[in-house]
């Protein structure tokens, strides 16, 4: 199994806003996500976690959610802007032993 860590720095004042806004839109996909904001460690983070079981589900995970042109549209309103509300970011997959 793999988990996915996709890390966001938030500009100050923008962790929880972006936080919600992960949250809603993940929701209209059918892979389960959770975002988490940081309670210690480096402010401002936001970090959205996914689990699969291998790296050929994860890329298939993409392709499927890109053949629903209705769903990624909704997606895509519901993030519009989402990029002036963070610094950088990142990915990170873990596989479970």
């Known amino acids: 199994m793999l988990i996915v860590h996709d890390i966001f720095v938030c500009k100050p004042g923008n962790a929880s806003k972006l936080a919600k806004r992960f949250k809603e839109t993940m929701a209209l996909g059918n892979q389960p996500v959770t975002v988490m904001t940081d309670m210690t460690g480096q402010f401002n983070r936001v970090i ?3 689990q699969y079981d291998s790296l ?8 499927d959610m890109q053949k629903d042109p209705e769903t990624m549209k909704k997606m895509e309103e519901a993030m519009k802007g989402y990029t002036d509300m963070y610094l950088t970011g990142s990915r990170e997959i873990y596989r479970v032993w």
């Not at 050929?56 to 392709?63: D, G, I, L, P, R």
């Open 48 to 50: 959205m976690v996914s």
């Open 56 to 63: 050929s589900a994860y890329e298939k995970s993409w392709e």
